[in-house]
């Protein structure tokens, strides 16, 4: 067969592990039907507790998407509160609201995000949708991509750098957060300017958080190959978030 | 000498595809399912070797089923938004050199980015190459 999952684990072995794992049963399921219908990348797993955000021209998206009926256009016709303008202040970590009130008046209001404790926490409970075993094949993956010493980074902390051979700025790939572009190319410079951060899940990622339907190291090297490989559309693809903002995770 | 795909997969973690010459059904398999991935979005890199030994990766835009082959551009895009750079320097030169009362010379045609539609083929066997799904974004 020309489809192979990359070193499979000894059946035996895989039974003791998928014991400790509730979710094996339904992970190895999606498993079976994705190959059958021929989804390439998987289907993912939709969680109870998270909105699950599917790329729209995936197989199936509108089925397994949990977004709801909810439209932006429904809303600013129901809604009696039109909003004006929005955007971030870093000097008040929050998000400034500028809308009119059902008089006509105009207010304002500040949404405060002091702190992404809850991204982490709604990481953390995403977990679930990993299994190890996929983790473990995606790291045997990432090792045949990069050196000894950053495969050891990444492995102690949890991140790593590497420098575009194209445009020479510096990317900082970490697991479960966005990649932190640095321009570093001024040769008189000592500092680093951050850029924004670049968040891009492939197929699905589970809202208001940074955990993606494929497993961890799994994004970070759809990160790097696509760094690698086409550097424009690793931009494009991507969610660009501004340093200060939470979502950046910095 | 075998060429492998791995494809990210949700449920896997990462799937292998094989090229191995010595298997032709299954290289013609291999194929196909390569074709449909580009065909839905998927950006498959491969890692190229440039005319200096030095590994490179690229994304291929297209595979020929019939000769196992990638098709990948033969620019850079980056070198190339250089080289036009370079090349318009010349041509300012020109226009600020004419004396005639602000008639300029006859300037050369101004090139885009893109260098004409040169590819190239890469053989899938003995290419190791990466396949990404289309993003949901983040």
């Known amino acids: ?250 | 000498m075998t060429g492998t795909v791995g494809i990210l997969n949700v449920g896997a973690g990462d799937t292998k595809l094989v090229f191995d010459p010595a298997n032709s059904q299954d290289c013609i398999r291999a194929a196909r399912i390569v074709k449909d991935m580009i065909r839905r979005g998927y950006a498959l890199l491969i890692e190229v070797v440039q005319s200096d030994g030095t590994k490179q990766y690229q994304r291929a835009y297209d595979f020929k089923e019939d000769s196992f082959e990638y098709i990948v551009a033969d620019f850079d895009p980056v070198v190339a938004q250089t080289e036009d750079v370079e090349e318009e320097a010349p041509q300012v030169g020109v226009e600020l050199a004419a004396g005639d009362g602000g008639q300029s010379l006859a300037t050369p045609p101004r090139k885009s980015g893109r260098k004409g539609s040169r590819t190239k083929r890469v053989s899938a066997t003995g290419t190791k190459a990466v396949a990404v799904a289309r993003s949901a974004g983040g």
């Open chain 1, 1 to 250: 067969m020309p489809v192979q999952p990359g070193d499979e684990l000894p059946p035996d072995k895989r039974v003791l592990l998928e014991q400790f794992d509730n979710f094996a049963e339904l992970r190895n399921g999606l498993k079976r039907v994705a190959a059958v219908q021929e989804h390439w990348a998987g289907i993912p797993m939709p969680m109870q507790d998270a909105e699950l955000i599917i790329e729209p021209k995936y197989p199936n998206a509108e089925a397994l998407s949990t977004r709801g009926n909810y439209t932006p256009e429904q809303q600013s016709v129901e809604s009696p509160i039109k909003i004006r303008n929005a955007w971030w202040s870093d000097r008040l970590r929050g998000d400034i609201y500028i809308y009119e009130d059902e008089a006509g008046k105009v207010q304002h209001l500040v949404a405060p995000k002091p702190h992404m404790l809850k991204h982490s926490m709604l990481t953390l409970g995403c977990s679930y949708a990993w299994g190890i075993e996929q983790e473990s094949r995606a790291l045997n993956l990432l090792a045949t991509l990069v050196q000894h010493h950053t495969f050891k980074q990444y492995l102690l902390t949890g991140m790593f750098m590497e420098t575009s051979k194209r445009s020479g700025l510096t990317y900082l790939f970490r697991k479960l957060r966005p990649t932190v572009v640095l321009d570093v190319r001024a040769k008189d410079s000592t500092t680093a300017r951050i850029l924004c951060a670049l968040c891009l899940h492939p197929i699905a990622y589970y809202a208001d958080s940074w955990a993606g339907a494929m497993c961890p190291t799994d994004d970070v090297i759809a990160h790097l190959s696509l760094m690698r490989g086409d550097e424009h559309m690793f931009w494009k693809r991507s969610n660009q978030h501004l340093p200060g903002r939470p979502e950046a995770g910095l």
